[in-house]
Nanobody, 123 residues
Framework: QVQLVESGGGLVQVGESLRLSCVAS?????????LGWHRQAPGKQRELVAA???????YYSDSVKGRFTISRDSSKNTVYLQMSSLKPEDTAVYYC????????????????WGQGTQVTVSS
């Protein structure tokens, strides 16, 4: 099993930045080859924000491309989401996801999920 714990959410103003972190722990962290961030706003479906594979390739949704950066520190079993130029529409609960397969993270069917961290962007 893999446990994912997110942190770094909060309330910010439009245009400000936040960095989310997600730490993976447990007996099978080696299976967390692919990592990613999804988000769910009130009344909306959960959507992919960004993903990163063990080899480094990344994926970003069009809505965050150029503003968000995903990265990982394998030595710390941690994935980050640096969010800049935040907009009110970025307000959501952000979930960390992990899976052996990159496509599973991108497809929203990852095996492991965190409990979520709230990001609120106020105008």
């Amino acid at each position: 099993q893999v446990q994912l714990v997110e942190s770094g959410g909060g309330l910010v103003q439009v245009g400000e930045s936040l960095r989310l972190s997600c730490v993976a722990s447990g007996r099978n962290t080696y299976s967390a080859n692919a990592l990613g961030w999804h988000r769910q706003a009130p009344g909306k479906q959960r959507e992919l924000v960004a993903a990163i594979s063990s080899g480094g390739p990344t994926y970003y949704s069009d809505s965050v491309k150029g503003r968000f950066t995903i990265s990982r520190d394998s030595s710390k079993n941690t994935v980050y989401l640096q969010m800049s130029s935040l907009k009110p529409e970025d307000t959501a609960v952000y979930y960390c996801a992990a899976d052996p397969l990159y496509d599973a993270v991108i497809g929203g069917i990852a095996r492991y999920w965190g409990q979520g961290t709230q990001v609120t962007v106020s105008s």
